[in-house]
Each structure stands twice: as C-alpha cells, then as structure tokens.
C-alpha cells in the first residue's frame, strides 16, 4: 500500500511540468492556427502601447492659402471656399506625399464642422468629406499629426503671480511677456484626436481625467522635447538660486568670522555644491548646450517631468528641495 500511494505522487509531479508544457504549446498552435501574422503583430502592438494605423493612411494638412473644397474629384461643384490657417486631414497614400514634387491629383479631404466640443466627452468629432486640387492647393503638413503625444498649455486667467506684475508700475497696462504666463500654467498630457475649425487641434485624455478634451492651437502644444527642455532650464535656474542663496548665507557668516567654527566652513559648502546638483537634482543632457558640461547629467526632475508640471513649479521644487538639503546639512 505504502508504494501503491507513493508512485502516483511522484508520478503527478514529475509529469505536470510536461502536461502543463503541452497544454501551453496546444494553446499557442491554437492560437497561430486561428489567426493571421498580422492580427498577432496587432495584439502584440496593443500589449506593447503602440497604436497601428488602421485603414488607409491620414495626415492633418494646413492650408497656406485660399482652396476650394470640391464635391467629387474632377468635378466643378464647389462644396466650401476654405481660408488660409484651417486644418483638414487628408486620406489616402496622396496624403503622404503632400508638400514633396510627386504631389499631383486629386486628394480626398474631411473638413472639421465643430468649432467646440464638450471637454467631458469622447464623441468622434463631425467632418465634411470632399476633394482639393493638389497642384492648386497651397496646403503643408501639419505641426502635428494624429496620435501624438502632446502637451496642452492653459493659461490662468487669474493668477497671484501674474496678477503682481500686472500691478506694477512698469507693467501696467502692457502685456506680459509670453514666457511668463507659459511658466505658471497649466499643462495637461494627451493625445492629437482631431481637428476643429480655426485650425485648432483637439487633445484628447484618458477617460476620467478632468478635462478629458483640450481645443488649443498649435502654438499651445509642447511635444516631449520641448517640455524636457522647458523642465531642463526651470530646474537648472532652481539650481542656481539655490546656489546663489546657499554662498550667500555662507559668505555673511564669513563676514561675521564664524565660518572657522561647526559646519558652516568652506569645504562643507564645496560639497554641498557638488551634492546638489548630482544627487538631489536628478541628470542628462538637456542644458549642456546652455551651461556647458558642468551640467551634463541632465537637470531633469523626473517626478516633474512625469506629472507635467509647469515651468514654475519645477523652479520652486527644486529651489526649495536644495534649500532643504542645505539646511539638513549645514543645521547644529
């Protein structure tokens, strides 16, 4: 009895790794048998985050120029007289070749028909479909395309910081300086989902977000690089106000002669500074070119970087976590 119940045992265990492997190996074949390459690469895209582009080829056109919106291609019934500036997303393997010297036919365009949509919403915007003139239509590639990943600037209307210097003297009545409201602003992450008339772009966020649409133009999109660079020279002047502080305090203690005594002495401060910028302000190559190679780590925060944070907000993050840091280090 006593090996009659042991066999089994030992025999179950040494084949479930088979019986498993089999079933598995059963599962794939399944699976490659009942469907294409192609719909495996496409569930493997869908896995990975990347985004196919389904159906024939679309790309958003600006116009640079008047053009007339025909009904069918080769035909004389004018649908609309379009204006310069307005956005189209023209379809088809002619799309591609918009703006290079093979761009001749007829190409077939759908016209925004929405001027706003509801920023809590993922309704499929309206267009009118119709055909341009190629050779008779100035029309270019757009900043950006569909599926981009972007950035949307909003603008405070109503903002402390703003509202300060709008009081002084020398600013009353002018307007800002366009770097100032972009450095207190609202960034929100999103998708290109389509255009609206008045050649603005429609930012469309994950469900749920608050708000899940953006109408902005184009010069109110950052793309990644722009907001690495923007988060890059917000931290590095961080860094130097910092900097600035920190050997100001340092120097009125010299003046006062107490920098010989505890930890506020100069070689505490020397690695204070080299501390600073390689561990509390995380690195790369972003301001290499503006500061030299002193900064070659890359003065990106990530968490701001990763949270979209303005500008402003990364200053101060990194200002005060510096500031922080000094006072941790150079405290009694």
């Known amino acids: 009895n006593k090996s009659v119940s042991v066999v089994p045992g030992n025999t179950l265990r040494m084949l479930r790794p088979c019986v498993l492997r089999g079933l598995w190996k059963r599962r794939l074949a399944g699976r490659c048998i009942s469907s294409s390459a192609s719909s495996t690469w496409s569930e493997w895209a869908t896995w990975a985050g990347w985004r196919q582009e389904e159906g024939p080829p679309q790309r958003i056109l600006r116009l640079t120029g008047p053009v007339k919106l025909y009904k069918e291609a080769a035909s004389e019934e004018v649908l609309q007289d379009l204006t310069s500036g307005e956005l189209l997303i023209g379809v ?24 706003s949509v509801e920023i809590m919403s993922d309704k499929p915007l309206e267009y009118q479909d119709g055909w341009i003139h190629l050779p008779d239509a100035p029309v270019e590639m757009a900043e950006h395309q569909l599926g981009d990943r972007l950035a949307g600037r909003v603008d405070v209307p109503d903002h402390p910081v703003t509202n300060v210097l709008k009081a002084l003297p020398f600013c009353r009545g002018q307007e800002l300086p366009d770097w100032i409201p972009g450095s207190v ?78 930890r506020k002495t100069w070689p505490q401060l020397l690695v204070w500074l080299l501390y600073a910028p390689v561990l509390v302000t995380p690195a790369g190559k972003e301001c290499e070119p503006l500061f030299g190679a002193f900064f070659h780590w890359r003065l990106r925060p990530c968490p701001c970087y990763g949270l979209a944070n303005s500008p402003g907000s990364t200053f101060c993050v990194v200002a005060a976590i510096n500031l922080l840091f000094y006072s941790d280090f150079f405290s009694e």
Do not use: Y
Request: proline residues 3%; contains cysteine; glycine residues 12%.
């Open 92 to 115: 088809g393997e002619e799309a591609l070749q918009v703006g290079s010297d093979v761009a001749n036919g007829w190409l077939f365009v759908r016209r925004p028909t929405e001027e």
């Open 185 to 262: 602003c609202e960034l929100h992450t999103g998708k290109v989902g389509g255009v609206l008339k008045g050649g603005r772009f429609l930012l469309q966020r994950p469900s749920g977000a608050v708000p899940e649409r953006l109408m902005l133009e184009s010069s109110m999109l950052l793309t990644r690089k722009d907001r690495r660079r923007n988060t890059a020279i917000a931290a590095a002047l961080g860094l130097v106000f910092a900097t600035v502080v920190g050997a100001s305090i340092h120097l009125r203690e010299w003046l006062r002669g107490q920098t010989q005594l505890g």
